[in-house]
């Protein structure tokens, strides 16, 4: 299929073409920025992926301070457990009762260790909030499980204090909640891209396929581009639902060692990615990649919002795809 002439500008380059439809992260085409980001105009999806890189300090701490109690919970160890609390803590839990006090907690953990063994915890961070130089909030998820019993989730809110140098526990209230389902029924809304697409122009034939890994929990693409004999890979990229967030996520690996994660959100008659990514070269990539359907044997593709390196770049030209049949 030939692209509308409207829909192609006049001496577009293979790989444009090729990163246009793969579209998982802007690329610094034969354009000049539309303008450059300064400290005031920095795309926030761009600084929102520096500020994750310079994780604090305190995020760091709290991490292994969690991955300690972790351990500590997972072998029954009732004192290192209560010895995460500073000695005058208090912990609320799921049941609403008040444990106050370090030696207490222990009491609780002892007696809930022994009535419950090979009890196992795992623990997911959402967020790290620090206030100060010596204060911080934490929330997170967890999931306790006992061998024979049905799984017990919560979510918890953590103060945590710095003291001598030492980040503490100050108070944890937790809270019931209903087990996720995994909704891997939502990747069944993205079964109609399951087959071979292609966009041809200027005697290049790019083609993705979208194709189920077994057991249909992921979804595999594939993208190559064929010019004459020569057909080239492009890159590959795996399409699933994360369990903790409940998103669509893609992971896009290209053949030239970028790379790129994307969250899927539906919007009127197709989705929205918000992609951030690396080049080969080390630059910050982001954009905001919408797949339309058009009917079962059509889609649009278009990258808009799109930034690399903190320079704003132009929104790239929509591409039609056909499957083939």
Request: charged share 25%; proline share 5%; glycine share 6%.
């Amino acid at each position: 299929m030939n692209l509308p002439q409207q829909q192609v500008r006049s001496g577009l380059t293979l790989l444009i073409l090729i990163l246009l439809f793969v579209l998982e992260y802007p690329v610094l085409q034969a354009q000049s920025p539309k303008k450059s980001a300064s400290d005031d105009n920095r795309n926030p999806a761009v600084k929102k992926q520096q500020d994750h890189a310079l994780t604090s300090d305190a995020e760091q701490a709290i991490k292994k301070m969690e991955a300690a109690f972790q351990k500590a919970f997972d072998t029954g160890n009732a004192a290192k457990v209560a010895s995460f609390w500073v000695p005058e803590g208090e912990l609320i839990d799921a049941n609403g009762l008040r444990l106050a006090g370090r030696p207490e907690i222990q009491r609780a953990y002892a007696d809930y260790f022994t009535k419950n063994k090979g009890v196992k915890l795992q623990i997911s961070i959402d967020s790290v909030r620090q206030i100060g130089e010596n204060m911080a909030i934490e929330e997170g998820r967890t999931v306790v499980t006992v061998p024979r019993a049905v799984p017990d989730y919560s979510r918890y809110t953590a103060t945590h204090m710095k003291r001598d140098g030492k980040w503490q526990t100050v108070s944890v209230k937790e809270e019931f909640v209903m087990p996720p389902t995994v909704p891997q029924d939502k990747l069944m809304d993205l079964e109609w891209l399951i087959g071979t697409w292609t966009v041809e122009n200027e005697g290049v034939t790019l083609m993705t396929v979208y194709q189920w890994m077994p057991g249909k929990k992921f979804m595999q693409r594939t993208f190559t581009s064929k010019s004459g004999s020569k057909t080239q890979l492009i890159g590959r990229q795996i399409i699933g639902v994360d369990p903790l967030s409940e998103d669509i996520m893609s992971w896009t690996f290209n053949v030239d060692g970028s790379h790129a994660v994307g969250i899927w959100t539906p919007v009127d008659n197709g989705w929205a990615i918000e992609s951030c990514g690396v080049t080969a070269s080390g630059m910050l990539t982001s954009s905001n990649n919408i797949i339309s359907k058009i009917d079962e044997n059509g889609c649009r593709w278009q990258s808009v919002n799109r930034w690399a390196n903190g320079d704003e770049l132009p929104d790239a030209l929509e591409v039609v795809s056909k499957r083939k049949k």
